[in-house]
């Protein structure tokens, strides 16, 4: 069975555990790459501009070519960023072959380790928690039946009859 690891770090191995870091590094660092413009207008207005400092940084024609640029390069980073997401989609694709055979339910309690009349009861209920130990592996199975809930319902509206 393939380990799903969500909020097991110990599960992961070192190679994920460095390529999240540094996957979460990369967008730390594009994020204050696109903050940096907002924050440095942001001063330069707090700070009281002068109509002769605009001018001399190349009046309105020289802003509009930087806010063009500006947008080129998101552009280019968006673009990018696509194509990498879609090509690295389209050679992970898998086909699944067709299943020859109808998995048994036999079958299924000994992949998952737990016993065939534990898993033909789960089939039968409206709640079902699952358990599971450091490693993975289900350790217990909490049912909750139908009727059971009919009965917790009932009493919750009594309750708020009262």
Known sequence: MKAYIIEQPQLQSVLARVSEIV??????LMWLYFLSPVVWLGKWLLDGFTLEQF??????????ELLHNYVLVLCAQAVSWLLWV???AYRKRRFL????????DSELAHYFHVDLATLQS???VVTLTVYFDEQGEITQLQAEPLEVLAVKESV????LLK
């Open 122 to 124: 789960a089939r039968d």
């Open 86 to 88: 879609y090509l690295r």
């Open 156 to 159: 919750a509206v009594c309750s």
């Open 55 to 64: 001018e001399q940084f190349g009046g309105y024609t020289r802003l509009t």
């Open 23 to 28: 996957v979460a590094c990369l967008c730390w």
């Open 97 to 104: 072959p067709v299943n020859s055979h109808n998995v048994e």
